[in-house]
């Protein structure tokens, strides 16, 4: 049983020290808010969900259970004041259980939102949110239909999320939907149109318990192989369209009745339309610059958020980019690339989650690197990137 002080029935804020933030997830996500926690007083139970857990070591309370699991369930609830996620696919019954018990936020009708991709563009068009063209298909006569009226190139995603790209299938248009549907894997899928966009960006942004609602700068986010490569903020984006993203945002946190941080992406057109792709309700990965670059992290918002403190500052200190750190730039497996030029680039920081073994798509940790301007960071952050990829290049990239 938990040491630490436990208040089972709370209604109103519970501030430190008489606070255990109970965190369903156990990943890097996780990690970080449970770090940003110990730095301000606050204590954390960390749900594994038994998977393996980056957050463990930094965590007051180690819950590595399944989250099917009625003990596991149980003892979350004795130890943690209040609740959240770190990331969405936690099954529903789990946090309507834990959302009897405990305050959660965000609530699970919200989580249930986002963690499905039918759900999450229904909810969008039903509230007049932009975003792309898309037909819901569970056979492969409605996606043939469904290619028909789209009659050009789209993405076939699964409604259930993937990750990072995973579950997606590019199509022409001309294709045979018999065929395609053979080779995707999923009882139920998503039919979008392509997205012709110039940029991507996203937002971050959080309400609350007061309903106040801050949003930080939008970042500029680059891919590689589907996944984050690189976030640069400000990102290079006219101002009203900086301000129409967080008009966007906002119309989403309300529609959302929405408590604690989340993350919005969006695709912006050359006509400069933004459409939303996705909403991450938790911490994402394009506002770890955060950290280092803005008065508040966006770890730290998500616990003032979630106990009931104001929300902080998100003011921008400093123009930066966040390179993620994949476990390609790794030369072997359980070796590290050599961190030497980063230290000696005085205005980057590490962070590293405490992974041992980096499998080539996998997310090992990310750096900082603050400029007098993004290109200037980003120019620093390139010839980084490129210096570890050339001592690993003997390694398969992904
Ligand atoms: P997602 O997993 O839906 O976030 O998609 C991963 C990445 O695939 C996005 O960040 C885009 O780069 C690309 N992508 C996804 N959907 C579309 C689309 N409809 N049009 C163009 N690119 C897309």
Same mark, same amino acid.
Not at 54 to 62: I, K, L, M, Q, S
Not at 289 to 309: K, P
């Given at each position: 049983m938990s040491e630490f002080p436990v208040s089972p029935s709370v209604s109103v804020p519970i501030h430190p020290p008489h606070c255990v933030v109970g965190v369903i997830g156990g990943g890097q996500l996780g990690r970080m808010i449970a770090l940003a926690a110990r730095r301000m007083g606050i204590h954390t139970a960390i749900w594994t969900g038994g998977l393996e857990a *980056?957050?463990?070591?930094?965590?007051?309370?180690?819950i590595d259970l399944p989250f099917s699991d009625p003990k596991a369930l149980d003892h979350f609830c004795a130890v943690a004041t209040v609740a959240t996620v770190e990331f969405e696919n936690i099954p529903r019954s789990t946090l309507e259980a834990v959302a009897e018990?405990?305050?959660?936020? *965000?609530?699970?009708?919200?989580?249930?939102?986002?963690?499905?991709?039918?759900?999450?563009?229904?909810?969008?068009?039903?509230?007049?949110?932009?975003?792309?063209?898309?037909?819901?298909?569970?056979? *492969?006569?409605?996606l043939a239909a469904a290619m028909a009226e789209l009659g050009g190139p789209g993405v076939l995603k699964t409604a259930d999320f993937g990750y990072d790209g995973s579950g997606q299938i590019k199509l022409q248009g001309h294709e045979d939907a018999v065929?395609?549907?053979?080779?995707?894997?999923?009882?139920?899928?998503?039919?979008?149109?392509?997205?012709?966009?110039?940029?991507?960006?996203?937002?971050m942004a959080a309400r609350g318990a007061d309903g106040e609602i801050v949003t930080y700068d939008p970042a500029e986010n680059r891919h590689r192989s589907h996944i984050l490569d690189v976030s640069i903020v400000p990102a290079r984006i006219p101002q009203e369209v900086a301000d129409h993203a967080a008009a966007i945002v906002r119309k989403i946190i309300e529609a959302l009745d929405y408590r604690g941080l989340l993350g919005v992406e969006f695709f912006l057109t050359a006509d400069g339309s933004l459409l939303v792709n996705e909403?991450?309700?938790?911490?994402?990965?394009?506002?770890?610059?955060?950290?280092?670059?803005?008065?508040?992290?966006?770890?730290?918002?998500?616990?003032?958020?979630?106990?009931?403190?104001?929300?902080?500052?998100?003011?921008?200190?400093?123009?930066?980019?966040?390179?993620?750190?994949?476990?390609?730039?790794?030369?072997?497996?359980?070796?590290?690339?050599?961190?030497?030029?980063?230290?000696?680039?005085?205005?980057?920081s590490l962070h590293l989650y405490g992974k041992r073994h980096a499998s080539l798509r996998r997310k090992m940790g990310h750096a900082n690197f603050l400029g007098e301007t993004s290109a200037a960071a980003l120019a620093r952050a390139e010839a980084l990137k490129a210096h570890w990829l050339a001592a690993a290049a003997h390694r398969k990239q992904p």
């Open positions: *980056p957050a463990v070591e930094v965590a007051d309370e180690v018990r405990l305050p959660l936020h *965000p609530s699970p009708a919200a989580v249930a939102i986002c963690q499905n991709r039918e759900r999450e563009k229904t909810f969008l068009r039903e509230n007049g949110i932009p975003c792309a063209w898309f037909q819901v298909v569970s056979n *492969p006569d409605e065929e395609i549907w053979k080779t995707f894997n999923s009882p139920r899928g998503v039919l979008e149109g392509w997205v012709p966009f110039e940029k991507e960006i996203s937002v909403i991450a309700p938790r911490p994402h990965n394009s506002g770890h610059h955060t950290l280092d670059a803005c008065a508040t992290s966006q770890f730290e918002q998500q616990l003032r958020a979630v106990i009931g403190l104001p929300a902080g500052s998100p003011r921008l200190l400093s123009p930066v980019v966040m390179l993620n750190l994949l476990g390609d730039l790794w030369p072997e497996e359980t070796t590290p690339p050599d961190w030497t030029p980063l230290f000696e680039d005085r205005e980057a």
